[in-house]
């Protein structure tokens, strides 16, 4: 009577995986690079509404401060305070404004640097995805 021999065969297929999870890191990737295109996109809009803003009150200063100095001796004090007061609140709405935008400044230098960031990444991830 003949020998009956049976061999076992287990295949896994890792590759698929792989492919699988570069492949959602990759759409992760484009996701967070549009939201922050976006993002960028809103914050150079601020930035240059603030920059009017502030150019205004630029304006609204200089003329404040020379209303003030234009006050003759015939100006009652009250007058003077009075001018002096629109003067200084010019000056801080001013102040107000540039910290705006220095923090805006800020943010927009780093969702630069965010974006620059998640591109390289996806870069490399596309390159390694690429080269497999």
Partial sequence: MGIDASIAMSVQDNLSAAIVSMKNNMTAFRTDVKE??????????SKTNIRVDMNAAMIQVKNAKK??????????EAER?????????????????RQQ?????????????????????LSRAENRAGGS
Wanted: proline share 0%.
């Fill in 36 to 45: 922050l295109e976006k993002e960028l996109y809103f914050l150079n809009n």
């Fill in 81 to 97: 305070q009075a001018a002096e007061a629109d003067w200084k609140k010019a000056e801080e709405n001013l102040e107000n404004i």
């Fill in 67 to 76: 209303a003030f100095q234009e006050l003759g001796d015939a100006a009652t």
């Fill in 101 to 121: 935008y220095d923090l805006v400044s800020r943010q927009v230098r780093q969702t630069t640097r965010d974006m620059e960031s998640a591109s390289g990444a």
